[in-house]
């Protein structure tokens, strides 16, 4: 066991936004967390790293536990001059060799002279992916990592990670929209609305009328959304962040 | 060679000007360009109560610079934003450091030199303290470099790699308070902003690391800082001013000739 949260409970103000969560992820196990917006994912994230304190609850994890975080975005203010390759050795060092495999791992080779600032969305997803993967974690947490790549990049995204559990051996825990894409790389699925409405395998999940009820779906205009995203993803909303 | 009032004024501007900015860069990065403004009208309080208890101004300063940055801090985001509080901060402090000054009746002090800097009047004690200042302000930022240039970036990434913005923002504050300390007898209070802002603005243009910037920083503060009290000494002007001026000219300057600079190279391969 790498990270159990037993009966979790995150309040904002007044406000619950996470609600009696029981959790526990396993080596090399991939975890999906799926929720409509403002249904707390985020929010869970950073519980997890220890951004945000629960206020009730028990957050255990396995003693030195190395996490990998891949935010879901960054601002990097443009008056902060970083090349990649100064990021990648940000908070310590490494070799000039690591970081060029943490690159190419993360599909990004030969990006080390550029500056952040100049980089487009995707790049610096990879670049933030990469840097995650640098201390060799247990555990890779990743949010919406997916923002600002295509359908296809997505899904190259998707396997990459599912080839860097089988090589580092880490457990991953993301955030996705897309169980379509995510499906065939997850072991488990969780889905999320301020509590865990239903868990499982994937086809167990994307059959079950809870995940139907979470996102007010049938079968057939999910498919139909589903394309219609693709077609426009600029009609995508977008997950509010709350810190 | 420490008796000549003029080396001793120049290594006070070195002094200052090496823990300034490196600092600056920090204030620019983290758009605390204000906070820096605040700190140093809040140690026009800070002189007037050293006066009135008879401690040295270094001590006082520090005091109420750091407490006000506390005060800020902790008040900020209870339903006022930062700026409204740093400027309900700093100009109260302002004003009441002023009226408090006032009523020294028995010390005869002059309010100029604290607002614009003395530094023809550097002594050995505040040659101490101002490298003695320079130097924590130094190693703070050294030893804190990782921590304080990710947290900066990012505090979701600063916590996932264990460090704690809070601590990290804490550790910047009081440096802060240290450098518009040491740096009142040099530029005065009123220009402390600037030797914190304007190398750093400066080096910005020639930087692609946070190392760079810093450094390249540290460079032309104490290039300004020599040149300017060389410049006062000849055309007989104030001195915290005229390093303020040359740290000016070299910002428009580099700034002129990079935007210049590619054009006429554009010009010449197109003709």
């Known amino acids: 066991m790498l990270i159990k949260c037993d009966k979790l409970s995150v309040h904002f103000g007044k406000r619950k936004v996470l609600s009696n969560i029981n959790l526990s992820v396993n080596p090399q196990e991939i975890v ?61 060092g490494h070799s000039a060799n690591t970081v060029a495999d943490a690159l190419d791992h993360a599909g990004v080779p030969h990006l080390d002279k550029q500056q952040i600032m100049d980089l487009s969305g995707g790049q610096f997803q990879r670049v933030l992916l990469a840097r995650a993967l640098l201390g060799n974690p247990d555990l890779l947490l990743l949010d919406e990592a997916t923002q600002g790549l295509d359908h296809r990049g997505s899904a190259d995204f998707y396997r990459q990670i599912a080839s860097v559990r089988d090589k580092l051996g880490c457990a991953i825990v993301m955030i996705s929209h897309e169980l379509h894409v995510v499906m065939r790389q997850t072991d488990r699925v969780i889905c999320l609305n301020g509590h865990i409405c239903c868990q499982g395998k994937p086809e167990t999940v994307s059959d079950s009328p809870e995940y139907h009820a979470l996102f007010g779906l049938d079968k057939e205009s999910e498919a139909a959304l589903y394309l219609h995203q693709g077609h426009h993803p600029h009609t995508q909303t977008k997950q509010p962040s709350y810190v | 060679m420490f008796d000549d009032f003029l080396v001793r004024a120049m290594l006070a501007s070195v002094g200052v000007a090496l823990a300034a900015a490196p600092l600056g860069c920090f204030v620019i990065w983290r758009r605390m360009a204000y906070f820096g403004d605040a700190t140093a009208h809040a140690a026009v309080l800070g002189i007037a109560l050293s006066l009135t208890l008879s401690v040295p101004i270094f001590a006082g300063v520090l005091v109420v610079c750091l407490l006000m940055a506390i005060m800020v801090s902790s008040l900020t985001g209870r339903g006022f934003a930062m700026d409204t509080m740093l400027g309900v901060a700093s100009h109260s402090s302002l004003a009441i450091g002023l009226v408090a000054v006032s009523f020294l009746s028995g010390v005869r002090i002059d309010l100029m030199s604290y607002l614009f800097g003395d530094i023809l009047a550097v002594g050995h004690m505040d040659l101490m303290v101002i490298w003695g200042g320079a130097l924590i302000v130094l190693g703070l930022i050294v030893w804190r470099w990782s921590g304080l240039l990710l947290s900066t970036l990012n505090s979701d990434l600063a916590l996932a790699s264990g460090f704690n913005p809070k601590q990290e923002q804490l550790i910047l504050t009081i440096a802060l308070a240290i450098v518009v300390a040491v740096a009142i007898k040099v530029v005065g209070v009123l220009l402390i902003a600037a030797m914190l802002i304007v190398p750093a603005a400066t080096a910005r243009t020639f930087s692609s690391t946070p190392e760079a910037m810093a450094i390249i920083a540290a460079c032309l503060g104490v290039f300004c800082g020599i040149s300017g009290l060389q410049a006062s000494y000849l055309m007989d002007t104030p001195t915290g001013p005229t390093i303020v001026c040359v740290s000016a000219f070299l910002f428009i300057v580099t700034n002129l000739v990079v935007r210049i600079l590619p054009l006429n190279g554009l010009t010449k391969k197109n003709s």
């Open chain 1, 32 to 92: 999906t967390v799926l929720g409509p917006n403002g249904s707390g994912k985020t929010t869970l994230f950073k519980t997890l790293i220890g951004a945000l304190h629960p206020s009730s609850g028990v957050l255990k994890k396995k003693p030195g536990l190395k996490i990998g975080y891949v935010p879901q975005r960054l601002h990097i203010d443009e008056t902060l001059p970083m090349t990649v390759k100064r990021f990648m050795n940000l908070p310590s």
